[in-house]
């Protein structure tokens, strides 16, 4: 099974950097993904990593450690719309998703 | 316009009701999930399908069953539904269960059970 870990809340200034934190335990890898999900909405897909490394996807970048069972997804020049719940999903051997409880970012002007 | 759709978009059921929540999707996605939404707890997989005409158990399938007659359909029952199984319900697919493709959402059904 798969135990996901990341921050409840998270609070910024528009125009500022968040970085949200996510670990994992897991009993096989397969991916790593990061979703976006404004309340009330279904969630929507930011970015993919299945190997070390950054990637970068306009204002939004997310790195992986496979080694450390560690990713970060990095929202850049926040804006009010990205106030949001950003949830953390690992996909496991038999490619089925788990995910973290989610992050609540607000975004204050 | 190409995605998932969900029906009911909400409802409030009574206790030991049947019940089923309908999923379609028209993107010949061979995989398709259903997930419950519940605060403080995060997405958690109820049961899924990598291809039409299999069916396998997520996290949380007890309560409910699910079948995969075709592609583009994917039913989440719950045969006697009890107040525990209050949530938001969404239906997802993908284009294969593995690679880089994304899960794509249905806008969810929200469920009462009093």
């Known amino acids: 099974g798969q135990n996901i870990d990341q921050p409840t809340e998270m609070t910024a200034t528009e125009g500022a950097i968040v970085q949200i934190n996510c670990t994992y335990q897991?009993?096989?890898?397969?991916?790593l993904f990061w979703y976006q999900q404004h309340a009330g909405e279904a969630p929507t897909f930011l970015s993919y990593?299945?190997?070390?490394g950054l990637e970068e996807k306009g204002r939004f970048s997310s790195f992986l450690s496979r080694s450390k069972g560690y990713s970060y997804l990095l929202l850049k020049e926040l804006q009010m719309k990205d106030s949001a719940s950003y949830l953390c999903?690992?996909?496991?051997?038999?490619?089925?998703?788990?995910f973290g409880a989610g992050t609540t970012v607000t975004v204050r002007a | 316009i190409a995605g998932i759709t969900q029906a009911p978009t909400s409802q409030i059921l009574a206790a030991g009701r049947r019940m089923t929540l309908r999923c379609t999707q028209d993107m010949r996605h061979n995989a398709m999930y259903w997930y419950r939404q519940d605060l403080g707890l995060g997405l958690r997989l109820i049961h899924y399908s990598n291809t039409a005409g299999t069916t396998g158990k997520g996290e949380v399938p007890d309560g409910y069953s699910v079948s995969r007659a075709n592609t583009d359909d994917f039913p989440l029952t719950l045969a006697s539904a009890v107040p525990s199984q209050t949530s938001v319900y969404f239906c997802?697919?993908?284009?294969?269960?593995?690679?880089?493709?994304?899960?794509?959402f249905g806008p969810g059904t929200r469920l009462l059970v009093l």
């Open positions: 997802a697919s993908s284009a294969l269960a593995g690679g880089p493709e994304t899960q794509y």
């Open positions: 999903a690992v996909r496991d051997q038999d490619y089925k998703l788990s």
């Open positions: 897991t009993s096989g890898f397969n991916g």
């Open positions: 990593n299945v190997l070390d």
